[in-house]
T-cell receptor, first 115, second 112 residues
Framework: DTAVSQTPKYLVTQMGNDKSIKCEQN?????MYWYKQDSKKFLKIMFS???????INETVPNRFSPKSPDKAHLNLHINSLELGDSAVYFC??????????????FGSGTRLTVV | GESVGLHLPTLSVQEGDNSIINCAYS??????FIWYKQESGKGPQFIID?????DKRQGQRVTVLLNKTVKHLSLQIAATQPGDSAVYFC???????????FGTGTRLTVIP
C-alpha cells in the first residue's frame, strides 16, 4: 500500500491548457503539502492544508489552486499552463502541522512538462 | 570525497570510501535540521535529523554534524555503497514554522 500516492506520475501538456494533479494519503495524517522541484532540484513549498484548512500559501501565481475535499486528499489545479510550470510536483503529508520532520512522508512526484 | 554545499552540487566517490556532504543555512532561528535522500524517480526520504542543542548525531553509517557558529551542517556517510547514489538535501525548520525549508541538493555518485 502506497502511503502517499500522486496521479498522474507523468503529465505532458500544451501551453494554455488546464490540468489537475491528485494526491491521496492513507496514513491518517492531518496535514498535506505541495512542493515544487525545479530542474536544478530545488524544492520549494507551495501550499499546505491542515485538516482541509489552508495554512500555507506561498507566493505562487493564482493560476495554481489547491483543493482539499477531505484531509486524506489534496489536489492541485493549474490554469493556463506556462512553460515555466514544467517541474516535478511533490505531495507530502505529516501527522500535524508542526510535526517533527521525520514525520513527513513524500509521494513519488508528478513530472509536469509543458510544451 | 567532500562537496562544498551550494557551489558544488555533484560529488563522486569510490565505493567503500567515506562521503561528506555539506550544507550552509542562513536562518539563525532554525533549530531543527534534517537530511533527506532522494533517489531517481522518488520523493525525498528522511535519513537523519539533529536539533540545535546538539552538535553531532549518529545513525547507521551516517553522522550529522551541526556547527551553529558558522551555520553549517554536514552529512557523513561511512563506507559509501552504490545504493547511496542519490541527491541529498538538507532542510531546516524552526519552532512555530509549518513547513520545511530545503537547501540546494547535492548529487552523490558512487563509483563501483
Amino acid at each position: 500500500d502506497t502511503a502517499v500516492s500522486q496521479t498522474p506520475k507523468y503529465l505532458v501538456t500544451q501551453m494554455g491548457n488546464d490540468k489537475s494533479i491528485k494526491c491521496e494519503q492513507n496514513l491518517g495524517h492531518d496535514t498535506m503539502y505541495w512542493y515544487k522541484q525545479d530542474s536544478k532540484k530545488f524544492l520549494k513549498i507551495m501550499f499546505s492544508y491542515n485538516n482541509k484548512e489552508l495554512i500555507i500559501n506561498e507566493t505562487v501565481p493564482n493560476r495554481f489552486s489547491p483543493k482539499s475535499p477531505d484531509k486524506a486528499h489534496l489536489n492541485l489545479h493549474i490554469n493556463s499552463l506556462e512553460l515555466g510550470d514544467s517541474a516535478v510536483y511533490f505531495c507530502a503529508s505529516s501527522p500535524k502541522a508542526r510535526t517533527a520532520p521525520d514525520g513527513y512522508t513524500f509521494g513519488s512526484g508528478t513530472r509536469l512538462t509543458v510544451v | 570525497g567532500e562537496s562544498v554545499g551550494l557551489h558544488l552540487p555533484t560529488l563522486s566517490v569510490q565505493e567503500g570510501d567515506n562521503s561528506i556532504i555539506n550544507c550552509a543555512y542562513s536562518n539563525s532561528a532554525s533549530d531543527y535540521f534534517i537530511w533527506y535522500k532522494q533517489e531517481s524517480g522518488k520523493g525525498p526520504q528522511f535519513i537523519i535529523d539533529i536539533r540545535s542543542n546538539m552538535d553531532k548525531r549518529q545513525g547507521q553509517r551516517v553522522t550529522v554534524l551541526l556547527n551553529k557558529t558558522v551555520k553549517h551542517l554536514s552529512l557523513q556517510i561511512a563506507a559509501t555503497q552504490p545504493g547511496d547514489s542519490a541527491v541529498y538535501f538538507c532542510a531546516e525548520t524552526f519552532h512555530g514554522a509549518n513547513n520545511l525549508f530545503f537547501g540546494t541538493g547535492t548529487r552523490l555518485t558512487v563509483i563501483p
